[in-house]
């Protein structure tokens, strides 16, 4: 019974060809996958889910941007929107040194937790507010004006007309830093 060398029992003769066409199969579809992940992943990202987004380059940090259920508050005195958690309140005050405040505040947090939007005539340069003797300064860009983000506390800009300071009331919490640039971020000006 002798048998020739070639041949084996038991063993399925290899296809090459066919490997060859699974593996190119294989990493055809792990591309596309990868593709379109990507593709869901940065669209959810830089729209932040429902939110509403005013600046790309505000809005082009590592940090992720949350999704939230939102309010609009509208300005008809000086022109603008912005979206807000539907989890905060807010209470429009005037005070020194500004033409008027809106004070956005979460109770759970307590009293001393709030972001704040000052309005104020123009001035020449754009500095920190109240003091603010910020580590790091950034340029940023909302709702198409130029403008600073000093700590991620504080983003300050200018519009046609206006100086606009968003502000956190409650150190460096880092909700209350997420929330000012969401804040910031939504900004639009009618017409």
Request: with cysteine; net charge neutral; charged share 15%.
């Amino acid at each position: 019974m002798n048998q020739p060398i070639n041949q084996r029992q038991g063993v399925a003769p290899q296809h090459p060809k066919n490997s060859l066409w699974l593996y190119i199969l294989i990493v055809i579809l792990l591309l596309v996958s990868g593709f379109f992940g990507w593709s869901y992943f940065s669209n959810n990202t830089a729209q932040g889910g429902t939110t509403t987004t005013g600046s790309p380059s505000l809005a082009q940090t590592n940090s992720p941007t949350p999704t939230i259920d939102c309010e609009k508050y509208i300005s008809q005195n000086y022109g603008f929107s912005i979206n807000y958690p539907k989890t905060y309140t807010y209470e429009e005050k005037t005070s020194a040194g500004s033409l008027g405040e809106i004070i956005f505040s979460n109770k759970s947090l307590g009293d001393s937790y709030n972001v704040t939007i000052a309005i104020a005539n123009k001035t020449a340069s754009i500095e920190p507010p109240n003091g603010l003797k910020p580590a790091s300064t950034k340029d940023v860009t909302i709702a198409d004006f130029a403008g600073k983000n000093f700590d991620d506390v504080a983003y300050v800009f200018d519009n046609d007309k206006y100086r606009f300071s968003v502000t956190v009331d409650g150190g460096a919490d880092q909700t209350l830093k997420i929330m000012a640039k969401f804040i910031a971020n939504s900004f639009q000006f009618n017409g």
